[in-house]
């Protein structure tokens, strides 16, 4: 069964304090590996998508990388409005398979 | 481009009472997902239609829950008899096909008392 742990639950950074996020993925060969954003009240945002290790993604002040177990979204000196729950999804490599989406991260950046 | 279209956004119903979702996805994108997600829960596939078709339904309470997918196009999900525990956000996707990106519509919150 594919899995996916994302850590840790919740984190609070000042304005400026760079940290990163992790995703630790179990899947029965690897299609894709995607990063969300969801803000309260909302639908996910697609953020990125890394197909294989060693891939980088960069988007702002956000950076997605990608090994064979995990998957880490970097947050370089954060602002407030990146407060948000990141949620990583796995999707498997055989067939036309769905996302399966880990619980996710949610984010508090303080000015 | 029009993204993922949900209605209602919100609704509020008795315990069994019964209730339908409604999902227009983007322009072209075969594929249509419903999620399920419960407040600090990541969202859990429901049912994934390729075109008109069933791909995954392997998580739908089908005792209670069902969907369809007219014309390949919109989509309808349906809850009957609802039960406290199915208070949770509805969540419809859609993507173009195989390895790509799924996006999101806004998301019905579904409220059981």
């Known amino acids: 069964e594919d899995q996916v742990t994302q850590s840790p639950e919740a984190l609070r950074l000042q304005e400026g304090e760079s940290s990163s996020l992790n995703c630790s993925y179990t899947v029965s060969g690897l299609r894709g590996l995607f990063w969300y954003r969801q803000d309260p009240g909302k639908g996910p945002e697609f953020l990125f998508t890394?197909?294989?290790a060693g891939e980088e993604k960069e988007k702002e002040r956000l950076k997605a990388t990608l090994t064979k177990k995990e998957s880490f979204l970097h947050i370089t000196a954060p602002k407030p409005e990146d407060s948000a729950t990141y949620l990583c999804?796995?999707?498997?490599?055989?067939?036309?398979?769905?996302?399966?989406f880990g619980k996710g991260t949610r984010l508090s950046v303080i000015a | 481009e029009a993204g993922v279209a949900q209605s209602p956004r919100y609704k509020i119903i008795e315990k069994r009472q019964s209730v339908a979702f409604w999902c227009n996805p983007i322009s072209g994108h075969a594929t249509l997902y419903w999620y399920q997600q419960i407040l600090g829960q990541g969202p859990k596939l429901l049912i994934q239609f390729q075109n008109n078709g069933v791909v995954d339904d392997s998580q739908l309470p089908k005792d209670r829950f069902s969907a369809e997918r007219l014309k390949g196009v919109d989509s309808t999900l349906k809850i009957q008899p609802a039960k406290l525990e199915d208070s949770a956000v509805y969540l419809c996707a859609s993507s173009k096909g195989v390895g790509t990106e799924a996006f999101f519509g806004q998301g019905t919150r579904l409220t059981v008392v």
């Open positions: 999804a796995v999707q498997r490599g055989s067939g036309n398979t769905p996302l399966v």
């Open positions: 890394l197909y294989s």
